[in-house]
């Protein structure tokens, strides 16, 4: 299992930058896959981006070229960089672990254990 805790969100105006951390305090963090997912108001809660254990990057389409994730094992640490935000990117943004990452495609665990509570960015116009 993993314990993981957001930060990093915040208020920023359309085209601005935030980093988003995800920090893993269980023993494991090194060999999950571990991905970023967000949700807006009234939405289903939507894939962002994923980064294997190996390091293997995907994306969501509407954040291509403007989003990226990254990993320091040595930190139990993921990251989200997000650049050249859009009002469209104001979502609750979560950090999950341990799914499984294969053939390009992501599953998520369902346990609520295997997710972050959960950081806001919300992206004015």
């Known amino acids: 299992q993993v314990q993981l805790v957001e930060s990093g969100g915040g208020l920023v105006q359309a085209g601005g930058s935030l980093r988003l951390s995800c920090a893993d305090s269980g023993i ?10 967000r949700q807006a108001p009234g939405k289903q809660r939507e894939f962002v981006a994923v980064i294997s254990r190996y390091g293997n990057t995907r994306y969501a389409d509407s954040v291509k070229g403007r989003f990226t994730i ?6 139990n640490t993921v990251y989200l960089q997000m650049n050249s935000l859009k009002p469209e990117d104001t979502a609750a943004y979560y950090c999950t672990g341990g799914g499984i990452y294969s053939g390009g495609n992501y599953s998520p665990r369902t346990d609520k254990g295997y997710w972050g509570q959960g950081t806001q960015v919300t992206v004015s116009s």
């Open 28 to 37: 494991t963090f090194s060999i999950n896959n571990m991905a970023w997912y």
């Open 70 to 75: 990254s990993r320091d094992n040595a930190k």
